[in-house]
């Protein structure tokens, strides 16, 4: 194979590698586990309007199982309080199947990424360019850190803003604003998007970092 189409491969890889560990660090907040541990950390908001964290937990894990499944709008609508009242309202539904959208075209574009890494994994070991395949991965860990200092400066700069550039770009207008009396508010606050970040977005590093520097050419 020639250095010039081992390059280029290599920068394949790099691409790729954020996508492949920032979706997998989104995935891996898309259990139920991860709101039984979310609602417990110290400092969560309240519900002003009367949710408990155990109706929180009740609620909000058939919202997220509803993201990753293949069910229709219909898994929601059908989901009522105790008193017959549909927990969410045709704004948050009409939402939710937004959100359901772009997630599940983000997961696809991450499988797709998976399976391009681990072709090309195959075949650099068996055409002996694994030097080359290594490289790229290292380079992708060094592009993820400078993608997470520069969103990292908006975000401290300031996180509503750094929200709304986040939603306005799979969003359409105000789509995704609702009352704080709405279930979504109550289920999902501010914290708990920040929060989100932040877990993506150490997990995101702490992976960049080993792979810049546990991929680290080997001294000749």
């Known amino acids: 194979m020639s250095p ?7 920068w ?3 691409l790729l590698a954020p996508i492949a560990i920032l979706m997998l660090g989104v995935r891996l907040l898309l259990t139920p586990a991860f709101l039984q541990v979310e609602y417990r950390m110290p400092g969560f908001p309240a519900d002003s309007y009367g949710f408990t964290m155990e109706e929180r937990i009740r609620w909000a894990t058939p ?5 990753i499944n293949d069910q229709g709008i219909g898994y ?3 989901l009522t309080f105790d008193k017959g009242t549909p927990i969410y309202n045709a704004r948050e539904l009409a939402h939710m199947q937004d959100v359901k959208k772009v997630l599940q075209t983000l997961l696809k574009v991450w499988d797709g990424a998976l399976i391009v890494l681990a072709a090309l994994g195959i075949w650099a070991w068996r055409g002996n360019w694994l030097d080359s395949y290594r490289s790229g991965w290292r380079h992708g860990g060094l592009l ?3 993608l997470l200092l520069a969103f990292a400066v908006f975000a401290l700069t300031s996180f509503w803003e750094f929200f709304t550039w986040f939603h306005s770009m799979f969003f359409s207008g105000d ?3 609702f009352a704080y009396s709405d279930t979504l508010i109550r289920l999902f606050p501010v914290r708990f998007w920040e929060d989100c ?6 997990f995101s590093l702490i ?3 080993a792979l810049a520097f546990g991929l680290k050419p080997k001294p000749k």
Do not use: D, N, P, R
């Open 4 to 10: 010039l189409l081992k390059s280029g491969l290599a």
């Open 12 to 14: 394949v890889v790099t």
């Open 63 to 67: 919202s997220l199982e509803y993201l």
């Open 76 to 78: 929601l609508a059908e």
């Open 144 to 146: 993820m850190i400078a």
């Open 175 to 177: 789509s995704w604003l």
């Open 197 to 202: 970040f932040v877990y993506i977005g150490a």
């Open 207 to 209: 992976v960049g970092l």
